[in-house]
Nanobody, 125 residues
Framework: QVQLVESGGGSVQAGGSLRLSCAVSGYTVKSYCMGWFRQAPGKPREGVANINSDGITTYADPVKGRFTISKDIDKNSLYLQMDSLKPEATAVYYC???????????????????WGTGTQVTVSS
């Protein structure tokens, strides 16, 4: 059974940083595409970043240069380092896992097979 458990969310002031973690079981992070997604109140889910099995990454334009997605093969975990946070980053953040090694275009992630339950990120101005 595949399980994804996010942690690391919280409240931070604009300009601050947070590091989200996604602990994975029943699935090997090094073999497949994984991603981070977010959903703000009243808005549709959107892709934040994804990472291929070979480590190639893709970022949404609003987070380029400020967010970094990575994975730790030994810990079988996925991470999202978020720096220079802005109030518009406030959302529930989800990690997700696919069953293909290469990620497609970064979208809302409906093609992903497995999802965590999310972690809240709140950025105040």
């Amino acid at each position: 059974q595949v399980q994804l458990v996010e942690s690391g969310g919280g409240s931070v002031q604009a300009g601050g940083s947070l590091r989200l973690s996604c602990a994975v079981s029943g699935y090997t992070v090094k073999s497949y595409c994984m991603g981070w997604f977010r959903q703000a109140p009243g808005k549709p889910r959107e892709g934040v970043a994804n990472i291929n099995s070979d480590g190639i990454t893709t970022y949404a334009d609003p987070v380029k240069g400020r967010f970094t997605i990575s994975k730790d093969i030994d810990k079988n975990s996925l991470y999202l380092q978020m720096d220079s946070l802005k109030p518009e980053a406030t959302a529930v953040y989800y990690c997700a896992a696919d069953r293909v090694p290469r990620c497609g275009i970064l979208t809302a992630g409906y093609e992903f097979n497995y999802w965590g339950t999310g972690t809240q990120v709140t950025v105040s101005s």
